[in-house]
C-alpha cells in the first residue's frame, strides 16, 4: 500500500548499500575516479576515507560490480578476526579450505594462487571496509600481504576503507611502514543543498516514481539543513516522511510533515531554522528533466 500511494515500485529510502541507488555527487565522482585510476595504475594500497553514512560501502558495492569478470575481488568486512582468520578467509575466497594448516603454510598458498592469477592475466583485490576497527597488529597483517608481488607487478591490491578514526590510526608512527605503502587517499564529502535535492529525486527515480515531486522546496530545504548533506541521514529523514504522509493520506511532503518528522526523531535542530525553504535558490526540476533519465 505504501509503495502504491506513492507510485513507487520499491523502498527508495532502504537501509542496505544498494548500488543502484548510488548517486555521484562531486567527491563521490572524484572518489570512485581516484579508486579506479590506483587499481588501473596497479597501485599496492588505496584508501578511502569518509565519515560515518556518507555512502561509502554503496560505493565500494558500486566499484566491485564494475570489477566483476575483470579482476577476482574478496571484500572484509569482519574486524573482529586475527592474522590466522584473515588467511583463511583469502583461501576460501579463492576457492581452497585451509582446514588446520598453520600460518607459513596458508602464507605459501595464498602466493601460489595468486601467481596463477598473475600468469592467467587476472588480477587480485582485496577491499578492507570499517578498517579503523582493525588493532594496529592486524593493519600490519594487512600490510604483509602487499609482500604478494613479482619483480614486474603486484599479485593483490589492497583497499582500506574507513571512517575518518583509519587516518588518525594511520599516522601512528607505529603504522609509518603501512602509511608509506599507500599510494592514493580518497574521501567523501557531505552533499551541497542542491545536490541533497538531486540524491533524493533520484533515489525516487530509481525506485520507480515517474511524476512530480513527492517533496516541497520547502521540505527539500529542510532536509538538506537538517542532515548536514549526510546520505544516510537524509535517508531516515526522508524515509519517515514519506511513512508520516502515508498515514494521513498526503500525496507531498511539505515542510511541516518533515518538522514533525524532526521533532518526533528529537534530532534538537530545529531552532536553527526558520524556513529552510527560503535559505537556498530553488532548486528546479522534473522527470524529464533528470540527468539519469534513460
Not at 564494475?66 to 568486512?77: D, E, N, S
Not at 583469502?90 to 596463477?116: F, K, P, T, W, Y
Request: hydrophobic share 40%.
Amino acid at each position: 500500500m505504501f509503495l502504491d500511494h506513492y507510485g513507487l515500485q520499491e523502498q527508495p529510502f532502504g537501509v542496505t548499500p544498494d548500488p543502484r541507488f548510488l548517486y555521484s555527487s562531486k567527491t563521490h565522482q572524484e572518489a570512485l575516479a581516484s579508486l579506479v585510476y590506483g587499481l588501473e595504475a596497479s597501485r599496492g594500497f588505496l584508501t578511502l576515507i569518509a565519515p560515518p553514512g556518507m555512502g561509502k560501502t554503496t560505493l565500494i558495492f558500486h566499484l566491485l560490480e564494475g570489477l566483476r569478470g575483470i579482476a577476482h575481488t574478496a571484500y572484509l568486512f569482519q574486524a573482529q578476526c586475527d592474522s590466522r582468520e584473515i588467511f583463511r578467509y583469502l583461501l576460501s575466497d579463492l576457492g581452497i579450505d585451509a582446514g588446520d594448516q598453520n600460518l607459513a603454510r596458508m602464507h605459501e598458498q595464498v602466493n601460489e594462487v595468486l601467481l596463477n592469477n598473475a600468469r592467467a592475466g587476472k588480477r587480485f583485490i582485496l577491499v578492507i571496509d570499517e578498517a579503523q576497527n582493525f588493532e594496529d597488529s592486524l593493519l600490519e597483517t594487512v600490510r604483509l600481504l602487499s609482500g604478494f608481488e613479482t619483480p614486474q607487478s603486484k599479485l593483490m591490491q589492497i583497499v582500506l576503507a574507513g571512517q575518518p578514526q583509519l587516518a588518525d590510526k594511520l599516522s601512528r608512527p607505529g603504522l609509518a611502514q603501512l602509511r608509506q605503502r599507500i599510494a592514493m587517499v580518497s574521501r567523501l564529502q557531505p552533499f551541497t543543498p542542491a545536490e541533497t535535492a538531486v540524491y533524493i529525486h533520484h533515489r525516487l527515480y530509481v525506485a520507480g516514481h515517474r511524476k512530480d515531486s513527492l517533496f516541497t522546496q520547502s521540505a527539500l530545504g529542510l532536509i538538506a539543513v537538517q542532515s548536514g548533506g549526510i546520505p544516510r541521514t537524509i535517508n531516515n529523514l526522508c524515509f519517515n516522511a514519506l511513512s508520516l504522509g502515508f498515514a494521513r493520506g498526503y500525496r507531498r511532503i511539505d515542510s511541516t510533515t518533515v518538522r514533525e518528522v524532526l521533532s518526533g526523531l528529537n534530532m534538537g535542530l530545529l531552532g536553527t531554522v526558520k524556513d529552510a525553504g527560503h535559505q537556498f535558490s530553488p532548486i528546479q526540476f522534473s522527470v524529464t528533466e533528470s540527468p539519469w533519465e534513460p
